[in-house]
């Protein structure tokens, strides 16, 4: 029998109106987008019928960018909240993924446990948990705090959040629910457990008042790619989204995590690595640059230096000569990856600032392809058989339609290419990604065990 060539992972980046901030001044764009339901019912429902592995929702707590007087030039301001939006969107799928960003900064981890744990019980195993440190200085000041938390510290606290809820995730063992009406035995005590976790951030007691859920635990993602996020991807995750540009450097990232997880005694098959992509699809690459070059003009240009400046980190660089070179910059404490990532493009390009805020204000410093559909899934092909990726983020630049011209063009072609699924493998988001379904910590203990 022929073998199946190995499948590569496909995820919906949804991002209110497309991932291109010039995205909603498209003749073709919903009003809105960002709370409007019907929308997002639309994409998820097409995301699905196409047999991708999962819906994905960011998520900041914070208005994108900055208040300066061009605020109002940008619709990065109004957004559903993730988790109740993929409540909704459970009712209406029955086999996609459904991933959403809760921050370890600004939240408790009985909270997230909880309220992952319900939504896979609600879509009937389909959940995951986007684990992100945060790094905007509008979160902080919506949570407490004046500044943002130092990068290091932030993921030694996400590192125990982690364990603090899977902790929480195996409260009940699979069999715990007896159910027993004749004998009036709800559950069997002995296999609840209480976590008591005492540690340097958090003190939680447990147990978690929801059952174990369908997929044992909801699928760990993480998206943070500094040092300090590879590590707690090594150590813990399941998905990692990430945003190299480049192939070679695609292929170092994958290869170094995938290393790394050894270090934790886990197989390099347990995380997927799906680098977050910008698709431009078009008759040539010509025109699909011309379609990029429409949305760029939809951006007030002043819209750009406060996109550059937080993607550097906070950095305001609108004081130096913008046809000038990039000066050097301090490491910040914001997003530590993408800062490099900027960087390290603006001096292998050679671009002025200019040219590199025009860049950043598009595709905010993720990976641009642009072509036909043929184009486009070379590659994909490339750096999925290249050893830099497991799959991919599809970050369409407008929505609804850049996600549907990839649907009904380039999924068909990397069908054809015999490297995506005609259809789904499970029912659960583990099963399709052919992640394992976790064993409960507690279920080889003797009963009455210590808990
Ligand atoms: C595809 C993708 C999705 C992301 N989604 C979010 C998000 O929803 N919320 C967020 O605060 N950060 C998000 N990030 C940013 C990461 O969480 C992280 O802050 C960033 O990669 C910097 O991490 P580092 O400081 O470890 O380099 C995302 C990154 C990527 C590549």
Do not use: C
């Amino acid at each position: 029998m022929k073998q199946q060539k190995k499948q590569l992972r496909l995820g919906a980046f949804l991002q209110d109106v497309g991932h291109h901030i010039g995205a909603w001044r498209h003749p073709d764009a919903p009003l809105n987008a960002g709370m409007n339901l019907e929308h997002f019912k639309l994409l998820a429902r097409r995301a699905e019928a196409a047999k991708f592995d999962m819906i994905f929702l960011g998520d900041q707590m914070t208005f994108q960018y900055g208040e300066d007087e061009h605020i109002g030039r940008t619709t990065r301001t109004v957004n559903f909240e993730p988790l109740t939006l993929l409540s909704a969107l459970a009712m209406i799928t029955e086999k996609i993924g459904l991933v959403a960003t809760a921050s370890t900064s600004y939240n408790e981890p009985f909270n997230v446990a909880r309220k992952f744990a319900s939504l896979d019980h609600i879509s009937g195993g389909r959940s995951g948990w986007n684990v992100v440190t945060s790094w905007t200085l509008g979160e902080a000041l919506n949570f407490n705090r004046d500044e943002v938390m130092e990068h290091g510290l932030r993921y030694q606290r996400a590192q125990e959040f982690v364990e603090v809820v899977q902790g929480l995730w195996d409260s009940w063992e699979d069999d715990a629910l007896l159910n027993d009406k004749s004998t009036g035995h709800f559950f069997d005590p002995r296999k609840l457990h209480v976590l008591d976790h005492q540690g340097r951030f958090f003190k939680v007691r447990g147990p978690l008042n929801i059952s174990r859920s369908v997929q044992g635990q909801p699928v760990l993602v993480q998206a943070g790619s500094s040092s300090d996020g590879q590590d707690l991807a090594a150590r813990s995750a399941e998905v990692i989204f990430t945003a190299q540009r480049s192939l070679t450097d695609a292929q170092a990232f994958y290869r170094g995590v995938k290393e790394k997880m050894a270090a934790y005694g886990r197989h390099p098959d347990r995380l997927k690595i799906m680098p977050g992509v910008f698709p431009i699809i078009g008759e040539s690459e010509a025109h699909a640059r011309e379609k990029f070059e429409q949305l760029q003009s939809w951006v007030d240009p002043e819209i750009g230096w406060p996109v550059l400046a937080r993607h550097l980190g906070g950095i305001d660089l609108s004081s130096y000569p913008v046809d000038g070179p990039l000066p050097e910059l301090p490491l910040t404490q914001g997003n530590q990856s993408r800062q490099g990532l900027l960087v390290d493009f603006a001096r292998r390009e050679n671009l002025t600032i200019r040219q590199l805020y025009w860049h950043v204000t598009g595709t905010r410093g993720h990976w641009a392809i642009f072509g036909t559909a043929a184009q486009i899934a070379d590659q994909l092909e490339e750096r999925f058989t290249g050893g830099g990726a497991d799959g991919f983020n599809i970050m369409a630049p407008w929505l609804p339609g850049g996600l549907l011209e990839f649907i009904d063009q380039v999924v068909p072609e990397l069908r054809r290419r015999g490297l995506f699924r005609h259809e789904y493998a499970g029912a659960t988001l583990r099963e399709n990604l052919g992640l394992a379904r976790p064993a409960n910590r507690y279920a080889d203990r003797a009963p009455g065990g210590a808990s």
